[in-house]
């Protein structure tokens, strides 16, 4: 047996023995035996350079240090999922996927672990990146730390496809995170306050070497690619574990709603015995074909469901009404509480959303209040101990002025919250649009955080996000903790944002109402900001998820002079107020005016690329038949209720060379 051969023999043995051991929790070989083993190995490797493997098992112990993380744009979107906290909710969801399905549809449930969500890329059986969630668009390259969790493989068994992108949760188990407490107690240091924080934080360590000594865990449960070949989420799951992936045995196929709450009652008492956190169960429409006619919204799968536990509750008291201003001038009341545990976290406040939840809920300075973490990341206050109320408590009365300038606030009608109007003198404010500017939805800023923009605010060197983009590294040096390389790196990250799409800089003009997806909406419609500048209310609103709101908005902000400037300032500077020239060769009005229903299985593109397709070509894909529905393109398995629909309606049913012949 010649060098390379002993090298892919002790790799396939030390791959397969740490198959074993981390994701199958049965040690075939000693300890003692399996490091004798990998030391011969690195040995090997040490003496044979040209014989490296980026994911040989010798690299699990880490060592590579990652001073900035790369941010990486995912294929597939990563979306955030719809909670429901009741059988109703459920029967509700059910109800809406019965409108849209044909068929008999089943669901599987799965528990939902509580841990940093991640995205892992195989090429040919290997990882080649691993990349965290972010915010859904894109995240960060942790694949060197990523490559020291020992139930990640590195290299695949069986029939996997060529490429592929596989999702899941890295977790700490229970054990394992009290063992690295009593570590922390020991050596005098704070301990960590949970493990999904701490999960998530290490996996943002520079040093590799760190992450390799603590004991993550990667539970997968979604595989994304094109023509898989596999038709149900739970063959994804099964298909995944053959493959060498850790995947949580505890998945059904509930053939109803019923069934579905069977699962999650059992599971909301017994999850206290499983190794990690838990907070619900993931309930998804078993048929991937079926997934893809109800697609999504611009949040959350129409296809998927998180049932949560029963939220933790815990009484504390209110010690102080507090008020913030956000960056649009919208008054937000915050209960400063006696720091109480819950759910794992410290909380010490909690928001109250706007006068009339303080009206409503009767709250005020000194009550016992009772507070709960359910689906949002930050505590509500859900009651209030009125027994407990001291004989001398007065009503809250609303604050009338802004808390950082003293200007009177507003309250429109219709309207839940209080506006301090002062857009161009209250500090908050202009922190918050620059803030909202720079942040990775939008020209994502390389070196430029939060506080930098408050310190250059406050120091006077911007008054507005245009600003920026006049910045010299000679300002910046005298700055409290600013060196050359950091004000280097801030200047260049700010030049580089000149190179940001459109609909991104449109995004972080910081227009009232307008969102990500309203921004790409305008984007495509108008395709340069002139032309949306000049647009009247009735025009934007007969613009595709354009209302009379929005619409108001983006004429008022255009209307504002200072806005004006700002405009043609940042056109001063070369930042993209238009569709480039490659994206519109790429797109045509061919359908304009036109509503397609995709419905099916395709031969020569995927559903994904034909609905992109008709929208490139100025057409709308609507998830539904309806009279307004122009064509439905029909492949393969098409329900045949849609096509009954279709029929009696008397709306065409194109195949899908049809379409393709449409826009030739």
Known sequence: ??????????????????????????????????DIKLKELQKLENAHPEFQDPNSPTLRVG?????????????????SLDNSYSKEDLEDWEKRIEKQIDGIVEFTCELKYDGASMSLTYEHGSLIRAVTRGDGFQGDDVTTNVKTIKSVPLKLKGDYPNLFEIRGEIVL?????????EERLEAGEEPYRNPRNTASGSLKLQDSSEVAKRPLECLLYSIKGERLGINTQIENLEKARDWGFKVPEAAIVAKSIDEVLEFVNYWDVYRHDLPYETDGVVIKVNNLQQQEELGYTAKAPRWAMAYKFKAEQVSTVLNEITYQVGRTGAITPVANLEPVELAGTTVKRASL????????????????????????????????????????????????????????????????????????????????????FISRKAMDIEGLGGETVALLVTNGLITNYVDLYALTVEQLLPLERMAQKSAENLVAGVASSREIPFERVLFGLGIRYVGETVAKKLAKHYKRIDAISMASEEELI??????????????????????????????????????SAEKLANQTNTLEGKTFVVSGVFAKVSRTELKKLIEDNGGKVSGSISAKTGFVVAGDNMGPSKRTKAEGLGIPIISEDDFLEMIS
């Open 173 to 181: 188990p229970f054990d394992g995170f009290n063992k690295m407490n």
């Open 353 to 436: 959303h706007n006068a009339d939840q303080i009206a409503k809920l009767d709250i005020r300075e000194g009550d016992t209040v009772y507070v709960e973490k359910g689906g949002e990341i930050i505590p509500k206050i859900v009651g209030v101990g009125q027994t407990k109320r001291s004989s001398d408590s007065v009503p809250t009365l609303y604050r009338t002025t802004c808390p950082e300038c003293e200007t009177p606030l507003v309250r429109q009608e219709g309207d839940a919250k209080h506006y301090c109007p002062n857009i161009d003198g209250c500090a908050p404010q202009i922190i918050g649009r620059i803030q909202h």
């Open 1 to 34: 047996m010649n060098i390379k051969q002993q090298i892919n023999q002790l790799r396939d043995e030390l791959r397969e023995h740490n198959y074993n051991y981390y994701v199958l929790d049965g040690s075939t070989i000693s300890d003692y035996d399996f």
């Open 63 to 79: 060592g590579e240090v990652t001073k900035n993380f790369d941010t990486v744009q995912h294929v597939y979107r990563m979306y």
């Open 542 to 579: 007969t613009v595709d998820e354009i209302g009379g709101r929005i619409a108001q908005s983006v004429v008022a902000f255009f209307s504002s002079e200072e806005n004006k400037v700002t405009v043609n300032r940042l056109k001063e500077y070369g930042v993209q107020l238009e569709i």
